[in-house]
């Protein structure tokens, strides 16, 4: 079992969506993993909404990390 | 040992050496052994005893099945707990050699088979019969191993034996003080309960024709092992007093214990692990001194460590770089006196070790009452001829794979296939080769129906 | 050298080792040897209305060779009259006035009793009482012991009666036989108590004979459940000392009892929270000799550690013992083998494999020789290789960079402003 892959799978996906110009949004965790929304910081595209599903507990560290790293960017 | 002087207590010098572990020895002992993964010794036993797992069913209680672990991998599991060099083989691959002491894997699994022996439990099942019948020829461990696999497949099994017990080797050719014979007989009747039928005082070749074998049976394996000490070539040889290794064993092991040793002056010519056996055999029967003779040197030994360690124990003395010449008689035709000559070590030979020559005018004479003669075994060659097989001065010549030889429904193992040069072969050696003998017949004759 | 004397709820003691109330303690003869011995004080063997017992009473857990690595008895308290104790307590007393003696207590649940047995002891000279709501078998059944201890009001009820009489501090033993141990330690600290003790043994079956199929022990051929103690009981003790320890609201003292063996186990508990300790298996396993090394153990620890007194180690690894929630997630360790002590038993491996998460691989190095590498991007640093590893300092858990630290706590709460 490498579970790192999918975690860097995961990570992948996260940093891209940040590259971007996303934001974490919500965050919904129940049974089945993370759910996390990302939206466009841009004004014009609020509409384009991603959610993320997430599996590993690594990956569940790492967007809470980026979304704490964010936050303190903009403070 | 004591120095005995008369025939009543030379008895206790042939109770075994080693004792048993105490139960409170086998509790630390098995609580210390750390339970490896695809640990190494079991891949360095020659039989894979899978050694963690016989282990931990002492450590929890279960000794029926440590024995049934020891016994299903290596039918001479009892012989072997006592006789195996185990520190060259299981105890030495023991990864506890590099942070304390090595587990007693031996003394372990002599304590499992133990409880079997005492207690009668039956560790095997014959298979269902498969209508087919092998024969095996000598009844030591390759043959006996190959009986006992073959009985559990579903063959019908006949063993012949030309001596009067089964077990070979390992009930006439190792010291009682290494290996009580009582221990290689349980073996023989673990064999026996399965239903193979051991015809004892039964040599092929003169009791039962070889032709009758190949024609009777579906298979024959050919395990004789080897036969007696080689004769020296020398003037006296025919002397009183002048004996064979392997036949004088025979009879200590037999329980033939004489007084006629006591006091006396012996020379064992040979340094191998027989002639050390001979020679602590002589000390115990209680004479006076007992030289190894021996035309190499220390370097070139063939006997294990333990057992030159043994021997020196025992107080044996070594005449290295030294050869018989003659033994010369007493005039009444008794052995007197050995004429030897002194030897130095030369160029490599073919066994690869320095070529012994003699030393010109450097004869000598030892007075000696008694010599054992223990300079190898010479082979069956006349049997293996009969049976027609390829053979390289009576090493019969098989497939490794199959042990099928250049008659493919006859097939052969143990000593009877071991070359040369290479070490003593062991009773451990000789069970796998039975083993797998026994596998490759079953898959051949499966293959076939 | 260290001062190894303590000041345990006003009770000064040479040293902080006691023996619990049990077996050990039972006559003046044994607890005058154990003084001779050099134990601080003892806790005297339950006094109360005297009772009888059965034979067999104990039996013990051996593990791999190893005795004693659980203990669990049914005798039930003293069964000698209270005035043959009272007597021997008192002539203890007299020989060593420097040791403490404690007076454990056990009676029904009625304040005559309590006020009667309270005074009685007092009376001969004892340095504190220890009121015993622990023992769950036998005296359970009669609604004393356990029985009234798992009942915080009960707890509550009965110090106060054995305060309303007391003049020396007192000290309620607590039971383990509980969800939460701080409900009866809160209780006892309203009750009035001047400090608490624990643990009391725990609900146990020592085991079945498989030839008999009687329990272990058993008496005639039936048996009850004991009270465990010994090493196997230490990391349940010491956690329920923690749990005590960090409660905010109460500062009460606290004496550490269970499994304590060894000056290490002793210094494990005084950072823990415990002031005073107890011990009662490892003197019966060995006698009571086995206090010399454990006063010279943690005297040559705190020198080592440059402490002047044992007061010092109090509580000093409390604040250290938290909340799940307050665990950095961002923390990581790896495991690392250090090929030159491996041994290859190939323990790691097959744990990790089968228990863990398979990041320990075997290999054959360019040497041909057997290997074992971690990879350490999924080694989730769980430590159950170098657990089972045989040879110290094989494998290293080792710290990894991470990111700043994050509990669970902070991360619920960053979520929650989304």
Known sequence: MHEYKIFLKEKKQIDELMEQGCQIVSVKENLNGAFVQFRPIDEEALDQVNTLRLLTPDSRKYFTNQLRLKRQVKN | ?449 | ?418
Not at chain 2, 41 to 51: E, F, L, Q, R
Not at chain 2, 268 to 278: H, S
Not at chain 3, 96 to 118: D, G, R, Y
Not at chain 3, 289 to 314: C, H
Request: aromatic share 6%; hydrophobic share 40%; glycine share 10%.
């Open chain 3, 1 to 418: 050298m260290a001062d190894l004397s303590i000041n345990f709820a006003g009770i000064k003691s040479m040293n902080p080792f006691w023996l619990a109330s049990g077996p050990p303690t039972n006559s003046g003869y044994q607890v005058q040897r154990a003084f001779e011995a050099g134990w601080g004080g003892a806790v005297w063997k339950t006094l109360g209305d005297p009772i009888v017992n059965v034979t067999s009473r104990f039996s013990a857990l051996h593990y791999n060779g190893q005795r004693v690595a659980g203990f669990n008895n049914i005798e039930l308290i003293t069964d000698r009259p209270l005035d043959v104790n009272l007597r021997e307590i008192a002539e203890t007393k007299k020989k060593f006035p420097k040791q403490v003696i404690i007076a454990s207590l056990m009676v029904e649940p009625v304040q005559e009793k309590w006020h009667e047995i309270v005074k009685k002891v007092e009376d001969v000279g004892v340095d504190g009482l220890e009121l015993n709501f622990g023992c769950p078998h036998g005296m359970a059944e009669r609604g004393m012991g356990s029985a009234s201890g798992q009942v915080p009001e009960l707890v509550e009820k009965q110090t106060s009666w054995a305060k309303e009489a007391a003049e020396t501090p007192v000290i309620v033993k607590l039971t383990p036989n509980i969800t939460d141990i701080t409900a009866t330690a809160y209780a006892a600290s309203q009750g009035g108590a001047d400090a608490i003790s624990l643990i009391n043994t725990i609900n146990s079956l020592m085991g079945i004979d498989l030839d008999t199929w009687n329990t272990i022990p058993n008496v005639a051929g039936k048996g009850t459940h004991g009270g465990y103690c010994g090493p196997a009981v230490k990391p349940i003790a010491l956690s329920m000392v923690g749990e005590c320890a960090r409660q905010t609201d109460s500062n009460i003292p606290i004496s550490g009892i269970g499994g304590i063996g060894t000056w290490r186990d002793a210094a494990e508990f005084m950072l823990m929270g415990a002031t005073g300790l107890q011990v009662c298996t490892a003197a019966m396993h060995h006698g009571f000799r086995i206090v010399e090394d454990m006063i010279d153990g943690l005297n040559n620890y705190l020198d080592e550690k440059g402490l002047a007194s044992v007061m010092d180690l109090v509580g000093r690894s409390v604040p250290k013992y938290r909340d799940w929630g307050d665990l950095d997630l961002n923390h990581r360790v790896v495991a690392r083998i250090n090929q030159d002590q491996c041994i290859h038993c190939n323990k790691c491996h097959i744990a990790c494999e089968d228990g863990a998460h398979q990041c320990i691989e075997m290999y054959t190095d360019k040497n041909g020789k057997p290997a074992l590498k971690v990879r350490e991007e999924d080694c989730v640093g769980c430590n159950l290789c170098s657990i089972v590893c045989p040879v110290d300092g094989a494998i290293d858990m080792i710290e990894k960079p991470g990111e700043e630290p994050m509990t669970w706590n902070e991360r619920q709460a960053l979520l929650n402003t989304l």
């Open chain 2, 1 to 449: 040992m004591r120095i005995p002087d008369t025939k009543e207590n030379l008895w206790k010098n042939f109770d075994e050496v080693r004792a048993d572990l105490k139960p409170k020895e086998v509790m630390e002992e098995v609580s210390r052994c750390l339970f490896c993964y695809d640990a190494p010794c079991t891949k360095a036993c020659p039989t894979n005893i899978n050694v963690p797992s016989f282990i931990k069913k002492i450590a929890s209680g279960n000794m029926k099945g440590a024995a049934h672990v020891i016994m299903e991998a290596n039918p001479m599991g009892a012989t072997c707990a006592r006789v195996c060099p185990t520190e060259e083989l299981c105890e030495g691959a023991c990864v506890l050699n590099d942070a304390s002491l090595p587990i007693m894997i031996g003394d372990l699994q002599r304590h499992a088979t133990n409880w079997a022996m005492k207690n009668h439990e039956p560790l095997f099942q014959p298979g269902k019969p498969n209508g087919k019948t092998v024969a095996i020829v000598g009844s030591g461990p390759a043959g006996l191993s190959a009986a006992r696999e073959l009985a559990r497949y579903g063959f019908k099994v006949t063993v012949y034996e030309k001596k009067d017990k089964a077990g070979g080797l390992d009930t006439y050719g190792i010291v009682p003080f290494r290996l009580p014979q009582a221990i290689s007989l349980w073996e023989v009747e673990q064999v026996e309960s399965l239903g193979v039928a051991i015809h004892t005082n039964t040599e092929v070749g003169k009791d039962v024709q070889v032709e009758t074998l190949m024609n009777d049976f579906d298979a024959v394996v050919l395990a004789v092992g080897m036969s007696d000490v080689p004769l020296l070539g020398i003037p006296g040889e025919d002397l009183d007093g002048v004996h064979d290794a392997i036949q004088f064993i025979e009879k200590v092991k037999d329980g033939h214990l004489t007084d006629r040793f006591i006091g006396k002056r012996a020379a064992v010519i040979g340094a191998g692990n027989t002639a050390i056996d001979a020679a602590t055999c002589l000390k115990r029967l209680g004479a006076a001194n007992v030289s190894m003779v021996y035309r190499r040197s220390e370097a070139e030994m063939t006997a294990y460590p333990f057992e030159y360690a043994f021997a020196k124990q025992d107080g044996i003395e070594f005449r290295w770089l030294t050869q018989p010449k003659s033994f010369i008689d007493d005039g009444l035709g008794h052995v007197a006196r050995m004429e030897c000559v002194r030897m130095k070590l030369g160029e490599i030979d073919a066994s690869g070790r320095r070529r012994p020559e003699k030393v010109k005018n450097s004869e000598f004479y030892m007075d000696i009452d008694v010599v054992v003669k223990a300079t190898g075994q010479v082979r069956y060659t006349s049997l293996i001829e009969a049976f027609g097989l390829e053979n390289d001065h009576g090493i019969v010549k098989v497939n490794p794979e199959t042990y099928q030889t250049s008659n493919p429904k006859v097939y052969a193992a143990g000593d009877v296939i071991f070359g040369n040069g290479s070490g003593e072969a062991m009773v451990v050696a000789a069970a796998e080769q039975g083993k797998k003998t026994a596998r490759a017949i079953q898959e051949q004759m499966l293959s076939r129906i």
